[in-house]
C-alpha cells in the first residue's frame, strides 16, 4: 500500500501502519506489515461479510536485505533463493575503473591470478637468458644469436671485424720481452747535453776507469785511491783507507755525581780488527771551580789497546791533566779553571779485536757540585787500520 504525499505522484510506503479509504458508500479499511522472514509486505482488510483478507504487496522479483548501500558498488546475491541482493568492497566509478579494497586479490579459480593468465613473464626470470636487451643499443637485439648468451663470456672468435690476430696472439705480444715484429734491438748513445733533468741508475753507468771518466766506482772493498784527471789512479798521501769523522755534541749534558756517566752524544761504532785515532775539544760549566771534571771512556771488550789523554789548565794557568789506559779508569782529575767555558782536549787510541761496538766518552765531577759538557764540543775520528 502506498499513499500520495502531495497529489503529484510522491509515494511512500506505509508499513506497520493501519490506514482506512472509503469505497462507495464503505470504508475499508488496511492494516500493512512487513514479513522479514520471506522478504514481502503484507495487507489485510476486511471483505463485504467482513472476514479478513490477507494478500502480498510485490516487491518486485529481486529486493535488497538491507536498507542502505554505497554509491558506485558492485550488488551481489544475499544467500541463494535469487532475490536478496546486498552491497560489496568492489565497485566501479563513472569512468569505468575496477577498485578493489586494499589487501584483496584479483582471483581466478578461487586461486590468485598468475604473470600466464594475464600474459606476463614470471616475476623471477632472467632477462637476458630471453632476449639480447635493445635498451643497452643491441639492434635487433632480440632476434640475434650471441653464441653463449651470457654477454660477458662470448667467444670472440664468433663476432665481425676482429682482425686476423686471436686475443691470445695479442696477450703474447704484448708479454713479450724482445723486441716486437721481429725487429732487432736498436743500440743508441745519449750525449751528455742530451740529459737534462731527472737521476740516472747507478747500474746504468759504467765502472770507473782510466777511459771512463764521470762513472761510479765499482762495487766492492774500497781501495782508497781516486781517479786523477789525466786518466790514472792515485794513492792518497799518507796511504790507507782513512777518512775523518766528526760527532758534534748537540745538547748539554749534566751529571751531579763523582760516578762516570755516559756523555750521551760524543760516541761512534768501531769495527772488529780495527785501529782508531781519536782527538776531542770538550767545553764544559762548572757549579764552583773548586769542582773539577773527570773524563775517560769505554770500549768493546777484548780491545788490545784503549789509552787516552785529557789536558786543560788549572786556575793558576798551569797544565792540568789526566790520563787512563782501561774502561773508566781515572788517575786524576782536572780542575776548573772557570765556572763556565772551560776548554780542554782528548787524545787517544783504539785497536778493536774480533769484537765491534762503541766508543763513548765518560765523565763525572771531581768533588760535590755540577759538572755540564756544553752542545758543540767536537770529536773527530780516523780508522787506520
Avoid at 143 to 165: P, R
Avoid at 199 to 217: A, E, F, H, Q, Y
Avoid at 223 to 230: A, E, H, P, V, W
Wanted: glycine share 10%.
Amino acid at each position: 500500500m502506498r499513499e500520495d504525499l502531495n497529489g503529484i505522484g510522491t509515494y511512500k510506503w506505509l508499513v506497520n501502519t493501519i490506514r482506512s479509504i472509503v469505497s462507495g458508500n464503505k470504508k475499508i479499511i488496511f492494516n500493512m506489515t512487513y514479513d522479514y522472514a520471506n522478504n514481502k509486505i503484507v495487507a489485510t482488510y476486511l471483505d463485504a461479510n467482513e472476514q479478513e483478507i490477507e494478500f502480498d504487496v510485490g516487491l518486485g522479483d529481486v529486493s535488497s536485505s538491507s536498507y542502505s548501500s554505497t554509491d558506485n558498488t558492485i550488488a551481489r546475491f544475499d544467500g541463494t533463493s535469487g532475490k536478496l541482493i546486498k552491497t560489496s568492497n568492489v565497485s566501479i566509478d563513472d569512468t569505468g575503473n575496477i577498485n578493489i579494497p586494499s589487501g584483496a586479490m584479483y582471483k581466478r579459480g578461487s586461486s590468485d591470478l598468475s604473470y600466464a593468465d594475464v600474459g606476463a613473464a614470471a616475476s623471477n626470470h632472467n632477462h637476458d637468458s630471453v632476449y639480447a636487451p635493445i635498451s643497452k643499443g643491441v639492434t635487433n637485439g632480440d632476434s640475434h644469436d650471441h653464441f653463449g648468451g651470457d654477454g660477458a663470456q662470448i667467444n670472440h672468435n664468433n663476432l665481425a671485424n676482429i682482425g686476423t690476430n686471436t686475443h691470445a696472439q695479442i696477450d703474447s705480444h704484448i708479454s713479450a720481452a724482445a723486441p716486437h715484429s721481429g725487429h732487432a734491438l736498436l743500440s743508441h748513445t745519449h750525449t751528455g747535453t742530451d740529459i737534462t733533468s731527472g737521476t740516472i741508475d747507478g747500474d746504468r753507468l759504467p765502472s770507473m776507469s782510466s777511459t771512463k771518466k764521470g762513472g761510479v766506482p765499482p762495487t766492492g772493498t774500497p781501495s782508497g785511491k781516486f781517479l786523477r784527471d789525466d786518466g790514472t789512479w792515485q794513492t792518497i798521501a799518507g796511504g790507507g783507507s782513512e777518512s775523518e769523522n766528526v760527532v758534534i755534541l748537540g745538547s748539554d749534558v749534566s751529571n751531579s755525581t763523582t760516578t762516570l756517566a755516559d756523555a750521551t752524544g760524543p760516541s761512534f761504532s768501531l769495527d772488529a780488527n780495527s785501529l782508531y785515532i781519536i782527538e776531542g775539544y770538550i767545553v764544559w760549566d762548572t757549579s764552583v771551580t773548586t769542582n773539577g771534571i773527570k773524563i775517560a771512556c769505554t770500549v768493546p771488550s777484548g780491545a788490545t789497546i784503549n789509552a787516552g789523554h785529557f789536558i786543560t789548565d788549572a786556575a793558576s794557568g798551569t797544565p792540568d791533566s789526566s790520563s787512563w789506559n782501561a774502561n773508566d779508569v781515572v788517575v786524576a782529575t782536572s780542575a776548573s779553571p772557570f765556572t763556565s767555558g772551560n776548554l780542554g782536549k782528548v787524545n787517544a787510541i783504539c785497536k778493536t779485536s774480533a769484537t765491534s761496538g762503541t766508543w763513548q766518552l765518560r765523565f763525572a765531577c771531581e768533588t760535590t757540585g755540577t759538572i755540564t759538557i756544553k752542545a758543540g764540543s767536537v770529536l773527530r775520528y780516523r780508522k787506520v787500520a
